[in-house]
């Protein structure tokens, strides 16, 4: 922003240096936060004028609402029924929703006069009236334009829902009477939805609830979904509080209400007898039914739903540390140590072998034929490759040096290698590149993926030693996106899940609707349900009827659970809302009456989850017989007025919803008077005259003018920059919109 040295930014003009700093020093702060967008060439208007209704009556007019050029587009906004007292900002905002500031704006404040981003318009006489600002005209009224983008000054409409408005300025923050909503949208979006407002929480905010506990598997160390049969298999251990019953092996599930349907407790030892076997690491699948499992210390075995005992092989070597399916479908990849091996199921003969400096973790990625060995103490994650089985890469593991060893999982869509150690999670892309730190409150103890959705499932557990002030006994369940890792779900707290009696596991239905968590220390695993507030499909729009006729506003949201509708309706300017009594369809129907013009309207979505509304639109009801005739020529319905000298008038006057009136005959001229909606331009033959807002008679001149009653004041209009204490401070970005128009039913 630049000034006058010696002057404050927002000085009026006149050598009223004592008025001068009183003003300027108001203003200052306002000017020095907003930032200063830089002019360019603008296109011309894109679709259709749209009007909206105030909680005061006033009416405010965007000549442009959608297909907006992102980089700048002019928009003409006209005004008329504004208060006389209270100075307003006209520009585009965020919008937060009735009776809420609408902030942060786009503005700026160039001196030169060539940024014309917002307006500021104030009361006749108003110290600032000048070369910051305009008057209003008779009536209330004004005539500007300004130019809008779709990004700049913290402001994106892309990720928020953007809207034109008029707003009390910064001598009247907390005045919400002023605020006048037109959402608009830019090339490529529409405006009407945005997905609805939020009253508790974020319109389509996703959760997790818990919706039951399973406690007929033992002390449950790891899950698998099985991808054909859709049964829940457990590898689980003995679970000590249940001494009567000895737990160990693999259980299978009713994933839907946890019933039991097979319990393998035995598998082959070290002498090929069957012996008692807990289930520690489940590989994979196979076909059709069943898993491939690690039992300690050494044994591989197999087993599916129904099977008396499990088959499988004793190898030789130190203790199992990982396995997971091999290259070949007879084949199982085993970490004994820092020894990998590629083993025959049926036989345990070492068809390939590699030693590595150390480690106990890998995690496979069969699709691009690599496998990822971690060594924790070492702080080193080495890249395998599966075709020749040779090291192709090693890579630091920040943090990874003597931390407590986690998990290593591979993304199965982008091949992106999930590694947690201590309360960190570091994420690898397949080059080997650090491309993510996620760091939690609790331990990072395993990773799950859902292709179909793109979201990755973390679990943390609490440490378990309450007396360490970091542990509260709670552990965290988190969802991230995995292209750009942001938060996609509300972070969940788990109740009793923590380490001290082994780690947790995860499964996750494909698709993300349910996720099942196991908790050793408590012998239980919980299954979470995927929950959605309401978000608005469909949303109403402002519609415009006859007397007497026949309207249907529609409305729709998705959510988990189906969510419950009500329609609510604004007499006040949308101060006060009362509930339609028995209106809880999508649509709301009725027969619309003049007394409902100015009506405002909107949807009421609920779930469990939370409450979302839709932005309020407006009922506009004309008279059924199209206006007045004869007489006085008194015609109006739109920004354009008639004197009552019978500038129009005689036979056979008529009126349009755009303000515009004619007539055959004139008492003082030939063709009559003509006054457009926005009262741009006007037209006489005879004594009466239009300027700006379209009032005509007594003058005895013509005279036309671009600029609306705010040009015949004859100021010189000039951009100032938009009030910090609204249109900057405000404005917390809270969630994305996406934007989109649907035609409500007349």
Excluded at 140 to 168: H, N
Excluded at 477 to 484: H, I, M, N
Aim: include cysteine.
């Amino acid at each position: 922003m630049t000034s006058t040295p010696g002057s404050a930014p927002g000085t009026p003009p006149g050598g009223q240096s004592r008025l001068r700093r009183r003003a300027g020093t108001a203003a200052v702060a306002a000017l020095l936060l907003a930032g200063i967008p830089v002019g360019a060439a603008v296109s011309a208007d894109a679709g259709t004028p749209k009007t909206a209704t105030g909680p005061q009556g006033q009416k405010l007019t965007v000549s442009a609402t959608t297909g907006l050029d992102p980089a700048q587009q002019k928009v003409r906004v006209q005004g008329e029924g504004y208060g006389l007292t209270t100075g307003i900002y006209v520009a585009l905002c965020k919008d937060n929703g009735d009776n809420r500031v609408p902030s942060p704006c786009l503005g700026g404040a160039d001196m030169s006069g060539g940024s014309k981003t917002s307006q500021w318009i104030v009361p006749p006489g108003d110290p600032y009236e000048g070369d910051l600002a305009q008057a209003f005209g008779p009536g209330g009224t004004f005539d500007v334009e300004i130019e809008i983008a779709q990004k700049g000054d913290g402001l994106d409409c892309a990720e928020v829902a953007c809207s034109v408005v008029t707003r009390a300025d910064h001598r009247a923050a907390g005045d919400r009477t002023q605020d006048v909503r037109i959402p608009v949208a830019f090339a490529g979006q529409d405006p009407g939805d945005g997905g609805g407002e939020g009253v508790d929480v974020p319109a389509g905010t996703v959760s997790y609830k818990s919706a039951a506990d399973f406690t007929t598997a033992g002390k449950p160390l790891d899950l698998l979904l099985h991808p054909d049969s859709k049964k829940l298999y457990v590898g689980a251990d003995n679970l000590p509080d249940t001494a009567d019953v000895d737990e160990r092996g693999l259980h299978v599930l009713n994933p839907e209400n946890g019933a039991s349907e097979s319990w393998i407790s035995q598998a082959p030892g070290s002498t090929g007898a069957l012996r008692a076997s807990a289930a520690a690491r489940i590989a994979g699948p196979l076909p059709g039914d069943g898993v491939v499992y690690n039992y300690p210390l050494r044994g591989v075995g197999s087993a599916k739903s129904g099977d008396e005992a499990a088959t499988g092989v004793w190898l030789a070597g130190s203790t199992i540390t990982d396995i997971a399916p091999g290259a070949a479908p007879d084949t199982v990849l085993v970490a004994q140590g820092a020894t990998l091996s590629e083993i025959e199921r049926a036989t345990g003969t070492a068809t390939r072998t590699l030693t590595l400096p150390g480690g106990t973790q890998f995690a496979a990625d069969p699709e691009r034929g690599a496998l990822w060995y971690t060594d924790f103490t070492a702080g080193k994650l080495h890249r395998v490759d599966l075709a020749s089985f040779t090291v192709s890469g090693s890579f630091d593991l920040p943090g990874g040096s003597g931390g407590m060893a986690g998990f290593t999982e591979t993304d199965p869509a982008t091949g992106a290698v999930w590694v947690g150690v201590g309360r960190s999670v570091l994420v690898f892309d397949t080059a080997g590149t650090l491309v993510k730190t996620l760091v939690g409150k609790d331990l990072a103890r395993d990773a799950a993926f859902d292709t179909a959705s793109g979201r990755a499932y973390v679990v943390w557990q609490d440490g378990g030693d309450l007396s360490d002030p970091a542990n509260d006994n709670n552990g965290t369940l988190t969802v991230y996106g995995t292209e750009d890792f942001a938060v996609a779900a509300q972070d969940l707290s788990l109740p009793g899940n923590h380490s001290q009696a082994g780690a947790a596991s995860l499964a996750v239905e494909p698709g993300g609707a349910t996720v099942f968590v196991t908790s050793p220390a408590e012998g239980k695993i919980t299954k979470l349900v995927r929950q959605v507030s309401p978000l608005v499909t469909r949303a109403p729009a402002d519609l415009t009827a006859k007397d007497g006729e026949e309207v249907a506003i529609r409305a729709e949201a998705e959510g988990t659970p189906e969510p419950t509708v009500r329609w609510q309706v604004s007499t006040d300017g949308a101060q006060t809302w009362k509930d339609v009594e028995g209106a809880t369809e999508s649509a709301l129907t009725f027969t619309a009456l003049t007394a409902q013009d100015g009506y405002r309207y909107r949807a009421e979505f609920r779930n469990d989850v939370g409450t979302t509304r839709t932005a309020a639109v407006t009922l506009t009801v004309t008279a059924a017989t199209g206006g007045d005739t004869g007489g006085n020529g008194d015609a109006s319905n739109g920004a354009g007025s008639t004197g009552s000298d019978g500038s129009t008038g005689g036979d056979d006057g008529t009126q349009s919803s755009g303000g515009s009136t004619t007539g055959d005959s004139d008492s003082t001229g030939g063709s009559g008077s003509t006054g457009t909606s926005g009262g741009s331009t006007g037209t006489s033959d005879g004594s009466g005259a239009t300027v700006g807002g379209g009032v005509a008679g007594g003058t005895g001149t013509a005279a036309t003018s671009g600029g609306g009653s705010l040009a015949a004041t004859g100021a010189t209009v000039m951009s100032v920059t938009l009030a910090a204490a609204g249109l900057v401070g405000a404005g917390v970005l809270v969630h994305r919109r996406a934007r989109r128009r649907t035609e409500g039913a007349l």
